[in-house]
């Protein structure tokens, strides 16, 4: 369950904030500039989501395999680098 709320963490503010921005700007008389503002705050986080949410890589593959090792009794060498 933990996996799930940090792995989906931008998801959970965002949706913290939409509810934040509902409240403010749509509860006494809301006015269209207010319909205007929630919509702009909505399509802004939901174009964030799609532009960061997690997506799986070629390399998973190689992580479960390595993943599988480290619990396998055998000693694994990790070695990390840097693309820079």
Do not use: C
């Not at 705050?41 to 395999?65: E, V, Y």
């Amino acid at each position: 369950m933990e996996e799930i709320f940090w792995t989906y963490s931008f998801l959970w503010i965002a949706l913290g904030l939409t509810l934040v921005a509902a409240l403010v700007l749509l509860t006494n008389k809301p006015k269209a500039r207010d319909f205007v503002s929630f919509g702009v705050i909505t399509a802004g986080l939901l174009i964030s989501w799609i532009i960061l949410h997690p997506r799986a890589t070629p390399l998973m593959d190689n992580a479960k395999a390595v993943q599988a090792m480290i619990g396998a009794g055998k000693p694994v060498l990790l070695e990390f680098q840097s693309p820079y």
